[in-house]
């Protein structure tokens, strides 16, 4: 998830020109920052003293000189500073109040989404005891969890808010009230699945559920502190403030399913943990869930606060249930087709290969009793697979005709036996295992260990080894509203496993310090391998799924708990303080396992009781290829192992710019408040932690126009997403091309010095408020033939289209009638063909630029059906219909119509006397005349026409119109219907 902090384009340090750095506009915006100060906490009795004569005199200059600012939160126990909201052409002045160290934007967490209590061995410590005789539950161990809220009256977690209840302490951070209940439906889900993860009481016969799931430490009290509200994310001030609640209300481990991508062990959120843990509570983090994006998409995925250096950074496995076949040498975790029937009870038959699966394949052969081996190819997986049940096969194996996994669906759950399938190479030893009639084996594995594909890998941005270790974390099932069980997956999930682990732990080794029980948690842990047998990288793992059992029984702790080497080129140094936890001598051999290469014996200790020692080893680093190493150095007792990972680096050290890309998603805006387009958006990647930054805005000579937005305020590294709504000076800027130049100030650099602000850019863009011309070469009214379809053209002009050559590119969409896509050319030209039906026909062209101005050409396109005219002394025919039984004439192929005789009606054509009205109620292809002159009456107004509408006199009359001619002038009271057949 990238970071959401959101700043309205309107800040920044430096302008172009250097001649002004610190031109305060104003600006009436508040954005919310944490104030580090200078820490006296932690001083024994005078701490406390000392830390509110500073905070009183910081309140007492915030007021002098910054009336508007408020304080959100407070943080006096483990660190010293506010969150305060405060205008922010004011932020800068900030750092001069007095005892002021550092001064952070905020930016926003959100909650980390995408049976585990045997796999990671809970129950078997529930059977143990403490030094009291009590199972280890994790009894009254208080677990803080700082998320949505928890539903404290759900069966599983007791019920109840109050000292006596399972969830006995907690704060409302979103609201600002005592209740911690989560908001109503899925967005509050999140915190109570995480707690019942942690401690739900498993009660029998809860619906969808029975008997119900129980938490790890079952036993264990817990925290509601709730900072993610209707919104869903929530500012790291709140969950600062939530951390800080959790410790002073005694919780003894702090969990955290949440996070930010980009950690910094710098920020403050993860300062203040590190001091937490300092201060005798665990704090278990989620790694995140960005496994799945390439390092290119994110280049460090491990989300803050999982990177801490305290912190247990916690990555997902999948003990999922998979397929598992055995034949002969085979042993293989095949896939699922979708709608494949699950394998329910082991199946054990001969494997029978069956070619293709065909009709004509399986024929002849019973499969009663068997496992079909099916070739991929020709026919479906839904046909093979049918063939296969058909016959009798208990199950079917299909492999691949190519590299690769066959991974499909059989498009129905209308099979009724399992259906999975296998690779090539695996399908080939299969089908020579199926010639000797041997049985093979379908069953199920889980508790696997598997790596979960979306779990976050490392290292960290400044290149330490996370996570730490792992935990189930797919289809967790667990509590959630006030009466139900779902499954979630995520490390979200994994996180609240380690938690509550953490309490048993506690409660068995009340003695212990946070760091002891990192260690055993960390360093007791068991590495798991993929579907092949190849063990998950550390980077991906740490030391690999936690073991309680194994943790509870720690012969031996150790510090720190992961050696970082750093970028390495030659043999270094590594070592680690080895504390024996018994009571009796041990003696330790200690083995290399680098990872992809060869364990090698590296020495041994030999520890009194309760003795430490340092260890120290030479790290041989691999030269041949650059990048990321990692291994174990692996302490063996004999009977227990542990193990400690390390990680270094090869090659060239990278040095990233600060900004590795200011990016425009678009290059145009429209400020003209339609809500379409109104803002000009632009996201920032920053490589490094930066002590301040500024946005100018230039015309394209680079002469500074305004100063978008600056800070002199220490910013983390990370996405920054910046919109603007064009206003410069309380008026909108004019239409044109303009230019964004980003400024930053590394780290501990007087921003006074011009030398010391890094450049960036410049990046052009376009505002324009001018909506795209559509020109259609065609005529409302005009008439068309119903014969064949019609060609029409046109263009399309907006001065998006020239800007940085982005022709129709400048275009979200050009459509004719709402659905058809035009092609436009490179001169903006475009034509299309349409059919026309009898009579109107509404032909629409939709333009949308990028900058969101939207145009819409609508015309109306008539037409009718061709006329065949004859006539002879009896009439009028058209169409083979004779239509006219009159006198006339004919004067140049003219039918001319003697109007004189009184009272003469034919078919819909009416004759009055002269010098009054002629009606014609037409249904045909008409042109009426009068004096040589066409005209034509629509809806009651009379139009002589002219070019371009008329063509050759001819003049087009929509079918069923009502035309009325006027005769009081017509010589001999006549008027001339001419037909014509185009």
């Given at each position: 998830m990238p970071v959401v902090c959101t700043i309205l384009i309107a800040a920044v340090l430096f302008s172009l020109?250097?001649?002004?750095?610190?031109?305060?506009?104003?600006?009436?915006?508040?954005?919310t920052c944490i104030v580090e100060l200078a820490d006296y906490t932690g001083r024994g009795e005078t701490s406390s003293i000392l830390t509110a004569s500073q905070h009183k005199g910081f309140l007492e200059a915030l007021k002098r000189g910054h009336p508007t600012a408020s304080v959100n939160f407070e943080y006096s126990i483990l660190s010293s500073g506010f969150s305060v909201n405060i205008a922010q052409d004011e932020i800068n002045d900030l750092a001069s109040l007095p005892d002021v160290e550092h001064v952070y934007f905020t930016k926003f967490y959100y909650p980390v989404l995408f049976e585990s209590v045997e796999s990671t061995r809970a129950k078997e410590a529930w059977d143990l005891k403490d030094g009291q005789g009590q199972p280890l539950t994790g009894k009254d161990v208080l677990v803080g969890i700082v998320d949505s809220g928890i539903s404290y009256d759900h069966p599983s977690l007791s019920g109840g808010f109050n000292p006596g209840s399972k969830v006995c302490v907690g704060y409302?951070?979103?609201?600002?009230?005592?209740?911690p209940m989560p908001e109503p439906g899925h967005v509050g889900w999140h915190g109570t699945h995480c707690a019942g993860i942690v401690a739900g009481t498993g009660l029998p016969g809860i619906p969808g559920s029975d008997p119900a799931p129980s938490g790890i430490a079952p036993d264990a009290k817990l925290g509601a502190y709730k900072v993610f509200g209707k919104s869903g994310g929530a500012r790291n001030d709140r969950v600062m403030a939530a951390i800080e609640r959790a410790y002073k209300d005694g919780c003894k481990v702090i969990s955290l399913s949440l996070g930010s991508n980009y950690v910094w062990a710098d920020e403050p959120v993860c300062k203040l943990i590190d001091r937490v843990v300092e201060n005798g509570v665990v704090v278990v983090a989620a790694a995140g869930n960005d496994g799945d994006l390439s390092r290119d998409e994110l280049p460090y995925k491990v989300i803050s606060p999982g990177g801490a250096k305290n912190a247990i950074c916690v990555g997902a496995v999948d003990d999922s249930q998979y397929p598992h076949l055995v034949a002969g040498n085979v042993d293989c975790l095949p896939e699922y087709l979708t709608y494949s029937k699950p394998i329910d009870d082991p199946i054990t038959g001969p494997l029978v290969f069956c070619g293709l699966g065909k009709i004509d394949d399986v024929k002849d052969i019973d499969l009663t009793g068997k496992i079909a081996l099916i070739k991929r190819g020709d026919n479906t997986f839904f046909d093979k697979a049918n063939n296969a049940q058909s016959k009798g096969a208990l199950a079917c194996v299909i492999f691949n005709n190519e590299e690769g996994d066959v991974q499909g669906?059989?498009?129905s759950s209308s099979i009724n036996i399992p259906v999975v399938g296998v690779s090539s190479d695996i399908g080939d030893k299969l089908n020579g295992f199926a010639s000797t009639g041997n049985s093979a084996i379908l069953d199920v594995k889980s508790k696997l260990g598997l790596m979960a594909s979306f779990s976050s890998q490392g290292p960290t941005n400044d290149f330490r080894l996370?996570?730490?270790?792992?935990?189930?974390?797919?289809?967790?099932?667990?509590?959630?509203?006030?009466?139900?069980?779902?499954?979630?997956?995520?490390?979200?999930?994994?996180?609240?496993?380690?938690?509550?682990?953490c309490a048993i732990l506690i409660q068995a080794h009340p003695e212990w310090t946070p760091f002891d029980v990192r260690s055993a948690i960390i360093n007791y842990a068991v590495p798991q391998k993929d579907k092949e047998g190849n063990q998950h990288p550390v980077l991906s793992q740490g030391t690999g799924r936690i073991d309680i059992v194994s943790s509870i029984g720690a012969k031996a702790l150790f510090s720190p708990t992961s050696i970082d080497l750093g970028y390495i080129k030659s043999d270094s140094t590594a070592s680690v303080t080895v504390r024996n936890t018994t009571k009796t001598p041990l003696k330790v051999t200690v083995t290399n396992e680098p990872e992809g290469g060869?364990?090698?014996?590296?020495?041994?200790?030999?520890?009194?009781?309760?003795?430490?020692?340092?260890?120290?080893?030479?790290?041989?680093?691999?030269?041949?290829?650059a990048g990321a190493h990692a291994g174990y150095l692996v302490f063996d007792y004999g009977d227990s192992k542990a193990r400690v990972a390390y990680l270094y680096f090869t090659g060239d050290k990278p040095n990233p710019p600060t900004v590795s890309a200011i990016e425009m998603p678009l290059p145009a805006f429209s400020p003209n408040g339609d809500r379409r387009g109104d803002y000009l958006s632009a996201t920032v990647s920053l490589n490094k932690m930066v002590d301040g930054f500024e946005l100018d805005l230039t015309d394209t000579n680079n002469k500074i126009l305004t100063i978008?937005?600056?800070?002199?305020?220490?910013?983390?590294?990370?996405?920054?997403?910046?919109g603007w709504d064009g206003t410069v000076e309380g008026a909108k800027i004019q239409d044109g091309v303009y230019r964004i130049h980003l400024y930053t100030l590394a780290t501990g650099r007087d921003p006074r010095e011009q030398a010391n602000w890094e450049h960036f850019g410049p990046i052009e863009f376009m505002a324009t408020t001018k909506a795209p011309l559509i020109q259609l070469n065609a005529t409302n009214g005009k008439f068309y033939n119903?014969?064949?379809?019609?060609t029409l053209s046109g263009s399309i002009k907006d001065p998006l289209f020239d800007f940085q050559g982005l022709g129709e590119k400048a275009f979200e969409m050009v459509v004719l009638n709402s659905e058809k896509p035009l092609e436009i050319k490179e001169d903006g030209s475009f034509n299309f063909q349409t059919s026309l039906k009898r009579g109107d026909n509404s032909i629409s062209i939709t333009a949308l630029n990028i900058a969101g101005l939207k145009t819409v050409l609508t015309i109306t396109l008539q037409s009718l059906r061709k006329a065949e005219i004859s006539w002879d002394n009896t009439g009028i025919t058209v169409n083979g219909k004779k239509i006219a039984d009159i006198s006339f004439r004919i004067v140049d192929n003219e039918i001319m119509i003697d109007a004189s005789k009184l009272g003469l009606l034919v078919d819909g054509i009416a004759f009055d006397k002269k010098g009054q009205n002629l009606t014609f109620t037409l249904d045909k292809k008409t042109v009426l005349?009068?004096?040589?002159?066409?005209?034509?009456?629509?809806?009651?107004?009379?139009?002589?026409?002219?070019p371009p509408e008329t063509k050759d006199n001819v003049v087009m009359i929509p079918l069923g119109a009502l035309v009325t001619a006027f005769g009081g002038d017509v010589e001999d009271s006549r008027a001339t219907i001419v037909w014509r057949g185009d």
């Open positions: 020109n250097f001649s002004a750095p610190f031109t305060t506009q104003a600006r009436q915006n508040l954005v409302d951070f979103a609201n600002m009230d005592d209740d669906t059989l498009g996370k996570p730490d270790v792992s935990a189930p974390g797919v289809n967790v099932l667990s509590a959630v509203g006030s009466n139900s069980y779902v499954r979630m997956s995520g490390t979200s999930m994994a996180t609240p496993m380690v938690s509550g682990a060869q364990p090698s014996k590296i020495g041994e200790i030999t520890l009194k009781a309760s003795e430490s020692k340092l260890f120290t080893t030479s790290i041989t680093p691999d030269t041949s290829t978008l937005d600056y800070s002199y305020g220490t910013q983390g590294g990370g996405m920054w997403d910046l119903l014969d064949g379809p019609v005349m009068m004096i040589g002159q066409p005209f034509v009456i629509v809806d009651g107004k009379a139009f002589f026409c002219n």
